[in-house]
């Protein structure tokens, strides 16, 4: 015990003297460790918002769409839709599934929405009242429109507060207002609660207008629907849904022409997305730290040049060749673990800072690689130095000036 | 008395390059003996520190025995030669070699950091006594840069003595300092001998020093010219 505090009392001694040095020494691994933590801190909080946003969608639903979704990678396969048309027959049929609480037929199109003399863009869903029971939508101001009001194709429409703001100046003037999309007049019967959510490629609902599925025959000559949405009675009976789904479709259509997914694949299928490019970015991160023991090696070779007179007083006072090794490796791993404790802590406060417009959480299995990665790089790169102070001759050593 | 060293035909040779070979010492026979109070003399270069690094086991001789209490060291591993280094030996040296960074205090308790077995004896309270006795208590927490030379090879003289080895090797150990405080060095070396039955071996160029001493070897080009 008393050997061990000596040894790290001595190394921190020595790092202490050469204040400056030590500090740029270690800036290396400073850097390093701090983007390599901040990078898997980020990657980390967008997973989570990822997830959050898809579960803030609505719980244990099965999604069924045309085309094929996913490739055999885990990527997506960019062209969905293929030329698959699914109709009326297919909502009645999966309706009949027993595993399902609920099917919602969407149909879904980019429309120009018109209101108050200003236009935007976004998001039209033709589709059912269980949109917003499957997708946890609430209303703000007015009604959700009705399953009579689908039935009589009636041209109402529940807006989200981010367009009804956008079109009305202010969300409350939007309620009984007449909107236009792309010429059919329909009449705003309520806006929704704000979701939040939608950065970073997830889908903003807050922008959404959804209106009764039989009111957009109009825009929808054939009445297809572009994807249904499956709600299961819990998360066990996922799997049965999604076997009896495919059961039904592919009674009609190709296992190729279509996709049965639930939030899991997705979730899963984004998330390794961003792992790869996190990966990538983590590499370079790494980089620095390579870098930055290459700096400590160079650093605790001039440490051991500078000290050849004093390994040789050790030497002949009775240090083992150990005793010098563990000496100067106890040196290199705190220089790297200065780095590493400064680097985490900086990453800490720029996560702090960057939290406020970007999710970001730093856990402990980045804490726990930033100190081992450091204290592996200090013994890597110390080694050599300090093999070389350790295998000095004693008497060269002490006669060295 | 017994030997506590005996050197049985030491050389100590050098390679300069391919053809050169330089003797630093030549057939050396030498038998050190407990509780004695001797002194190697010669010029510079003659091959006194040479002996003195072979005899304090921090070199090896290219030919020859080294006994210590009669037991070869021939043989012995790195480890071991380290561990006798620390038990046996107490070493002065001219430039002092007290390690900066370290206080007084730390620099004496330095051999005992590295001796592994168990001490039957406090180290701590060990070096207070020495510093105490050598007049150093007040600088106990002082760096050695900032103690006076004397008070250096002091300090050094009680890390020699922290492990209580059983030889005190001084090379050359009043070479920096004012002939007072020199000879107040000797005078330590001369008591540790009489009274602590010290064995003290004295390397210096200076005769006047080796006078003092109770049996001088004389070394000239490697090889011991007179042993009284």
Not at chain 1, 165 to 173: A, H, I, V
Not at chain 1, 204 to 216: L, R, T, V
Request: net charge positive; with cysteine.
């Amino acid at each position: 015990m008393v050997y061990f505090l000596f040894i790290v009392k001595s190394a921190l001694k020595d790092l202490f003297k050469n204040k400056v040095r030590t500090f740029l020494t270690s800036l290396g691994i400073l850097i390093g460790v701090a983007s390599v933590v901040l990078l898997i801190a980020l990657g980390l909080g967008l997973k989570e918002y990822i997830r959050t946003q898809f579960y803030n969608l609505g719980t244990n639903l099965v999604y069924v769409m045309r085309g094929k979704i996913f490739t055999q990678g885990g990527g997506f396969t960019g062209t969905a839709i293929g030329n698959v048309k699914f109709d009326e027959k297919d909502y009645l049929r999966l309706k009949k599934i027993t595993t399902t609480e609920v099917v919602v037929p969407i149909f879904l199109k980019t429309a120009t929405v018109q209101g108050d003399g200003k236009s935007e863009s976004g998001n039209f869903y033709a589709t059912t009242p269980e949109i917003f029971f499957t997708r946890n939508l609430e209303i703000d101001q007015g009604n959700l429109f009705t399953k009579a009001n689908v039935d009589k194709k009636s041209k109402v429409v529940v807006l989200g507060p981010k367009i009804a703001e956008k079109l009305f100046s202010q969300k409350e003037r939007a309620l009984n207002r007449t909107v236009r999309i792309e010429s059919q007049a329909y009449k705003v019967v309520g806006v929704l609660k704000l979701k939040g959510g939608g950065g970073f490629g997830t889908p903003d609902f807050d922008s959404f207008i959804y209106a009764p599925y039989k009111s957009a025959h109009v825009f929808n000559p054939d009445k297809i629907f572009t994807s249904f949405i499956l709600k299961a009675k819990d998360e066990i009976s996922i799997p049965t849904l999604k076997r009896e789904a495919k059961e039904v479709m592919l009674r009609r259509y190709n296992a190729d022409d279509i996709s049965i997914a639930d939030q899991a694949e997705f979730i899963n299928t984004i998330t390794s997305i961003f792992t790869a490019l996190n990966s990538v970015l983590i590499g370079i991160g790494a980089v620095s730290l390579m870098v930055g023991g290459i700096g400590i090696m160079n650093i605790m070779y001039v440490s051991v040049t500078e000290r050849i007179k004093e390994i040789g007083i050790r030497r002949a006072l009775g240090a083992t060749r150990r005793d010098i090794l563990f000496q100067f490796l106890a040196e290199s791993v705190f220089l790297s673990l200065i780095g590493g404790f400064v680097g985490l802590g900086l990453a800490f406060g720029v996560t702090l800072l960057i939290q406020r417009f970007f999710p970001a959480r730093i856990d402990g299995t980045s804490m726990v690689i930033a100190v081992s990665v450091s204290s592996f790089i200090g013994i890597f790169f110390g080694v050599f130095p300090a093999r070389k102070a350790a295998n000095l001759s004693p008497m060269d050593a002490i006669r060295y000036e | 008395m017994t030997a506590i060293i005996t050197l049985e035909n030491i050389w100590k040779e050098y390679r300069l390059d391919e053809e050169v070979i330089f003797t630093a010492l030549k057939e050396i026979n030498l038998l050190i003996e407990n509780g004695e109070l001797m002194a190697i003399v010669g010029p510079s270069g003659c091959g006194k520190s040479t002996l003195m690094h072979i005899i304090g086991l921090l070199d090896q001789p290219s030919k020859g025995n080294i006994y210590i209490n009669s037991k070869v060291t021939s043989g012995l591993t790195d480890n071991q030669l380290s561990t006798l280094r620390n038990e046996f030996v107490g070493f002065v040296f001219q430039q002092f070699n007290l390690i900066n960074k370290l206080t007084i205090l730390e620099n004496v308790l330095l051999p005992a950091i590295y001796y592994r077995k168990k001490i039957d004896y406090n180290p701590r309270e060990r070096a207070l006594q020495l510093l105490e006795r050598f007049g150093l208590i007040s600088k106990i927490n002082s760096y050695p840069n900032k103690i006076s030379g004397g008070e250096q090879q002091r300090a050094a003289i009680a890390r020699a003595l922290i492990m209580e080895p059983q030889i005190i090797l001084a090379d050359e150990p009043t070479g920096n300092l004012d002939s007072k405080t020199g000879l107040e060095i000797i005078q330590l070396l001369k008591e540790l001998n009489q009274k602590e039955k010290k064995t003290v071996v004295i390397i210096t160029h200076d005769t006047e020093i080796a006078k003092q001493t109770k049996r001088i070897i004389k070394i000239k080009d490697g090889q011991i010219l007179s042993s009284n």
